[in-house]
Structures are given as C-alpha cells and as structure tokens.
C-alpha cells in the first residue's frame, strides 16, 4: 500500500510569489491535514479537508489556503510569500476526520528568498 | 487551549542506556495520546498511541502510559540504540476541538556508540 505522497520534494521561491504543493493520502484514507514545521514555532496545524469540504482551520493568515479533490487528493496554496514562510510543510492523511490516527508524507521543504 | 510540552533537550545517551522523555498536556475532555518519531530528512512515523487512561502504548521497545491523574504520557526505552537517535514528538488529538493533532516542540535524541 503506498504511502503518503507529497510533491515537490523541494522547492525555492521569491518574495511575493506564490506556491502550490500537493498531497495524495493513503488508497481509501478521505482526511487530509496540512502542518507547517519550522524551527521556532515547531509544528503547527494548518487545516484539514474532508470529502472536499475545509474541517478546520489553523491560526494563519488568509494567504495560505487549501482545497481537496472528489479523489482526496488535496493541495494547499500560499500567496504573497514572505521569507518566514520558509518551513517543512507535511501532510498527513487518515482514514476520515474523526480517525485520530495519521500517516505523514515526507513532507515538501519551501525556502522563500 | 490545547498544549503539549515536552522536554526539549538535546538529550546525548550512550549505546544501552535507558531513556526518558516527559510529555504532559493540556486538554478538555479525553484527548487521545500520541509519540511520533522523525529521522532526519523524513516525515513523522507514528511510534505509539493510547486513546484513554492508563491504556499503555508501546511499539520497537518503546512504551508510554496514559496517566490522566497527572496529564502525562511519557515515553520510556529500557535500552536505547544508535539507530533511534532521531527526534521525538508528543503529540495529542483533542476530542473535538479545531486542531487534528497538537504537537510538542519536539526533543531530539542522539545516542553515541
């Protein structure tokens, strides 16, 4: 069964662009959360879909946004970037949104210059 | 709100020694409990969960106990390896609430031959 698919690995970008990183959960896994990693604040809950339909919402900004597709796959997308949007952003699928169990991908590494 | 807090470290053990990590939290309710493991360069594994009191999760070795009494799941290894140096994460999954998962800030742990 694979995994938790996350594309691009990497990716580097300019002040003020915009970026979209995408995430294909589990076969059969309908949730998808999105967590932004960063030395400082550690790891921070971003927003969740569930049967294209946004669940819940972290504490960030309107220029971050998401959306998922009627296959579960979902991506999320940040505008205007800034150079503090530089992080490991990963996503995690489960099984549907009231599994408190989650299976990570290996995440996509923005750096913002 | 809902909180982690976890020991930061950095915690250097040697080969064999027997390790300890704390993890306490803040939560309404029952939360479910998690411990996530990251090695460098990777996304977060799940290493072990319990969903109610004094359930014990265990996984590789590793073990941790529900404590409701205390608000605690620490994370326990009798004899620790090179190959677990990585950094550990304590995590909660609160019952409702907005946020999917809610992390500690994460302790790494290096363990010398």
């Known amino acids: 069964k694979a995994g938790v698919t996350q594309t691009p690995r990497y990716l580097i970008k300019t002040r003020g662009q915009q970026v979209t990183l995408s995430c294909s959960p589990i076969?059969?896994?309908?949730?998808v959360s999105w967590y932004q990693q960063t030395p400082g604040q550690g790891l921070q809950f971003l927003f969740e879909?569930?049967?294209?339909?946004?669940?819940n919402k972290g504490n960030f900004p309107g220029r971050f946004s998401g959306r998922q597709f009627s296959n579960s796959r979902s991506e999320m997308n940040v505008s205007t970037l800034e150079l503090g949007d530089s992080a490991l952003y990963l996503c995690?699928?489960?099984?549907?949104?009231?599994?408190?169990?989650?299976?990570f991908g290996q995440g996509t590494r923005l750096t913002v210059v | 709100g809902n909180s982690v807090t976890q020991m930061e470290g950095p915690v250097t053990l040697s080969e064999e020694a027997f390790l300890t990590i704390n993890c306490t939290y803040t939560?309404?309710?029952?939360?479910?409990l998690f411990w996530y493991v990251q090695y460098p360069g990777e996304g977060l594994q799940l290493l072990l969960k319990?969903?109610?009191?004094?359930d014990k999760g265990s996984n590789k070795g590793f073990e941790a106990t529900y404590r409701k009494e205390t608000t605690s799941f620490h994370l326990e290894k009798g004899s620790v390896q090179v190959s677990d140096s990585a950094v550990y994460f304590c995590?909660?999954?609160?019952?409702?609430?907005?946020?999917?998962?809610?992390f500690g800030k994460g302790t790494k742990l290096t363990v010398n031959p």
């Open positions: 995690a699928s489960s099984l549907d949104s009231s599994s408190t169990e989650a299976f």
């Open positions: 076969s059969g896994h309908r949730s």
């Open positions: 879909y569930f049967s294209e339909t946004q669940r």
């Open positions: 939560a309404t309710g029952y939360p479910s």
């Open positions: 319990a969903t109610k009191a004094d």
């Open positions: 995590a909660l999954s609160p019952q409702g609430g907005s946020e999917k998962l809610v």
